[in-house]
């Protein structure tokens, strides 16, 4: 039941669940390759698994030591980077790229061209709308101080983040929170906060009809 395209190229180890699609020039399984100044983990990462149903899309690259869950969609040239953990039936859109060492929570979507950054957590049912830009640290690549502190963003359930926003290093988006197209989020943000601008500054709280169990 398993569908491999022949230009797709599946490294050896790679756990490949019943019913997954690995399509045109899809790469899965790849262990990465780090410059001399990287300050990632340097480590031979265990094989990538593939839950049931997943589908990895043409020109996707998904990276070793990532666990994938089931029915999830890997969309058109995005990237999953290693270490990563990423729930059932959750959505990396086309040229999404999830860096290393985050954990993204079951039906969360990413939508096209995001960028979410490295030791980020996205609970379950997040909304990140296309070109949102995440950070994770405040240093900018200067000083030995930024390693310890280095940490992107945690975003709590069911949290909806606006088209090109940007969230600044180590902030928390509270549960069932809205930030609006285009905001700069520099601090925290209340569970149910409406946010806007830049800096971005509460407007209201979400209404009732618009929460999950709504």
Do not use: W
Not at 118 to 137: G, K, M, Q, R
Not at 157 to 163: D, T, Y
């Amino acid at each position: 039941m398993t569908e491999i395209a022949e230009t797709a190229i599946v490294y050896p180890g790679t756990v490949i669940g019943e019913g997954c699609k690995i399509l045109d020039y899809a790469v899965v399984g790849k262990q990465p390759t780090l410059s001399p100044r990287s300050t990632a983990k340097r480590e031979e990462l265990p094989p990538l698994e593939l839950g049931a149903g997943t589908i990895v899309s043409t020109g996707a690259v998904v990276f070793a030591g990532t666990t994938i869950g089931e029915r999830v969609i890997v969309g058109d040239q995005s990237c999953v980077r290693e270490r990563c953990a990423i729930g059932d039936d959750a959505v990396v859109g086309r040229g999404a790229l999830v860096e290393n060492d985050t954990a993204v929570g079951a039906r969360t979507k990413i939508q096209a061209e995001a960028y979410v950054t490295a030791y980020s957590t996205l609970e379950e049912d997040v909304f990140i709308a296309p070109c949102v830009i995440t950070t994770n640290d405040n240093f900018m690549g200067r000083t030995e101080r930024r390693h310890a502190l280095r940490r992107g963003p945690t975003i709590r359930r069911g949290a909806r983040v606006g088209g090109g926003a940007v969230l600044l290093p180590g902030i928390e988006i509270g549960e069932e929170a809205f930030i609006g197209a285009g905001a700069v989020v520099v601090r925290d943000v209340e569970a149910r906060a409406v946010m806007v601008g830049n800096p971005a500054r509460r407007l209201r709280e979400v209404p009732e009809e618009e929460l999950l169990e709504g």
